[in-house]
């Protein structure tokens, strides 16, 4: 039977098995929902950098930009780190740099993959069947927040776990930890994570709205995968 | 209001605050059942040490030594890592060093703390009211599984959370999730517990007996406390 595994920050990689694997990274609020969201409005491809001076090359050489720090946009870039941002005409065909303060490292640092998938509620069935069909365990990486767990990505593993669960045996504690969390969820996940630092963090910055959209699950049939150092999407 | 914070493993503690901050060590199956249970009965003292050579060291010079790797006894030494090893007479009074492939690591990470604490569920109780005695923040430390998060000690850090909810605010997502998960688990956690990791690991060695005995809430009014090099008892 295929494994699934969950490591909740990627603090804790080194003690994960990234090679022979597919890792499905994970960071809810609000990379990857972005990420998921531009593939399914045409984008062409997204390039992950560590560092908003990489981000300002790429701008240079063409690229539509976008920058976060602790939750809100840097100044001088195109693109905003909300999701509605990339619901725009602009972005069709377009390639993408971005950095965030976890979800980009959390992708180039699982580099090492058979491939690496980038995830979300958004478009969780999507990964899901995309999985199934390959002969290789899983990993969900969470992004967490500058190196410490957080709920909603652990959460987003939970809930891929729960759809795997019949054909996956769940690795390690992570996973089963992650499925009864999300179990115990999903029945109403906006007010599950009410008291969740991020969401309090976001609260504070007024984007109730992207916190509401990005908890849907399966809007989109899109599967990012990185493909040398861009995301391009995989037809599922 | 006081803050309550959950490292689910050694490998984060970097990520946290130590210093003027009370820290729980917890390694539930079994170094600190193991621990509060010989205090319970009467030990003077125990030295919590990294290798096995230096359990050696303290042995010859007149102690009592206990030294397990990988949830199994080492070969020449008097104790078990069973806590029915420590019910016994001749621990009354006894000095006793030890090594565990977990727990031992977690106490001495801790050193800096206004204090470390040795908690499991045998104790919760009364490392409860001793918190609620105190001034200052609280860190529960799991010791976790190789670096890996696991299961028991996470809903022990839960339960802890649980009972100190009312006075104080849980810091971080980690304690959010540990004490939703044992408010999941608690009327039944040896059920709860049934799939982890660390339960089937022990349950191939045949030990169930010490799992359901280390699951028991509230057994000794025991708070073990680290003092210079050795764990001794603080009467509460």
Redesign the interface.
């Known amino acids: 039977m295929k494994q699934i595994d969950v490591c909740?920050?990627p603090?804790?990689l080194h003690?994960h098995t990234v090679e022979n694997t597919i890792v499905v990274v994970a960071d809810v609020f609000r990379a990857t929902s972005c990420m998921v969201t531009a593939f399914a409005y045409g984008v062409n491809s997204i390039i992950p950098v560590a560092t908003i001076e990489e981000c300002r090359d790429w701008q240079e050489r063409g690229y539509l930009a976008a920058a976060e720090r602790n939750a809100q946009r840097v100044d001088g870039f195109e693109l905003d780190n909300s999701p509605f941002t990339y619901m725009d005409e602009q972005i069709r065909g377009a390639n993408v740099a971005m950095t965030t303060t976890n979800g980009t490292l959390a992708i180039t640092k699982s580099r090492s993959a058979v491939k690496v998938l980038v995830g979300s509620f958004l478009n969780l069935d999507a990964i899901a069947r995309f999985l199934q069909s390959e002969r290789y365990d899983v990993m969900v990486l969470c992004a967490g927040?500058?190196?410490?767990?957080?709920?909603e990505d652990?959460l987003f593993a939970g809930a891929l776990v729960d759809r795997l669960k019949d054909s996956y045996a769940?690795a390690?504690?992570?996973a089963?930890?992650s499925w009864?969390?999300y179990c115990?969820?999903k029945d109403n996940l906006p007010s599950y994570l009410a008291?969740?630092?991020?969401i309090r963090r976001l609260q504070r910055l007024g984007i109730q709205k992207d916190i509401t959209y990005c908890l849907q699950h399966d809007l989109y049939d899109v599967v990012p995968v990185l493909r040398g150092n861009a995301l391009v999407s995989m037809q599922v």
Do not use: F, P
């Open positions: 909740l920050t603090e804790l003690l927040w500058k190196g410490r767990v957080n709920m652990t769940m390690e504690d992570s089963i930890m009864r969390l115990q969820g008291n969740s630092s991020h």
